[in-house]
């Protein structure tokens, strides 16, 4: 099956500066790959996602980028802010998202004031 | 728009004792909804998928006769966990698939289970 690795496991940077999370995976044919914020004791929220015909993608401070070559793919988080420590996770999906998630083991995004 | 529900939000219940949780799509229909569980500072791990009325598919290891799912229609699915045991304890999170997005998951807010 699908193996998502997710690095770092904790990520400390200061307010304003980016922040990158990478993940790999390993089923070359997984074509889906959300990203999702989750807070302390709450759901994950979707905050962006990439399907395999797209190389990367924008939505304000978020981007994604993907190349599958690799079986790579990362999130950057620009002009970060207090609001956005949180813990992150990949996930991978053959089946689009109408197909259960492989997720990565998570990030904690810490933003130093 | 996106919405998904569960209840409860979290249960306390004795030891050899079912509980149920209910997960609902408040404002699209689901044609697939996903189970799956979150143990503490761990990541999620799927453990089923369910469709409007068909079986469930369990993914390796997890128990079908323990986890039921039902998925009486295209905006609810229940999990119910018979003769709770302390090590069920965990964070049970729904998904649905559907919506505005083309096959995008939305999760619900998540149950935590506590068995004593």
């Known amino acids: 099956g699908e193996n998502v690795e997710q690095h770092p496991s904790t990520l400390s940077v200061q307010e304003g500066d980016s922040a990158v999370i990478k993940c790999t995976y390993s089923?070359?044919?997984?074509?889906?790959f959300p990203w999702y914020k989750q807070e302390l004791g709450k759901g994950p929220q979707l905050i962006i996602d990439i399907r395999s015909n797209v190389g990367e993608k924008k939505d304000q401070r978020i981007a994604v980028t993907l190349n599958k070559t690799a079986k790579h793919f990362s999130l950057h988080i620009t002009e970060t802010q207090p609001e956005d420590s949180a813990v992150y996770f990949c996930?991978?999906?053959?089946?689009?998202?109408?197909?259960?998630?492989?997720f990565g083991k998570g990030t904690h995004l810490i933003i130093q004031p | 728009g996106a919405v998904v529900s569960q209840h409860p939000s979290w249960v306390i219940c004795k030891s050899g004792t079912s509980v149920k949780i209910e997960c609902r799509s408040l404002d699209f229909q689901a044609t697939t909804m996903f189970w799956y569980r979150q143990f503490p500072k761990q990541s999620l791990m799927l453990m089923a998928t369910?469709?409007?009325?068909?079986?469930?598919?369990?993914e390796q290891g997890v128990e079908k006769d323990k986890f039921l799912i039902n998925h009486a229609s295209l905006t609810l699915s229940t999990l119910t966990v018979t003769s709770a045991h302390p090590e069920d304890s965990s964070f049970y999170i729904c998904?649905?698939?559907?919506?505005?997005?083309?096959?995008?998951?939305?999760f619900g807010p998540g149950t935590r289970l506590l068995v004593l």
């Open positions: 998904s649905a698939e559907g919506g505005s997005g083309v096959e995008t998951q939305y």
């Open positions: 089923d070359s044919a997984s074509n889906y």
């Open positions: 369910s469709n409007e009325g068909s079986k469930a598919t369990y």
């Open positions: 996930a991978a999906s053959i089946g689009g998202g109408a197909d259960g998630l492989t």
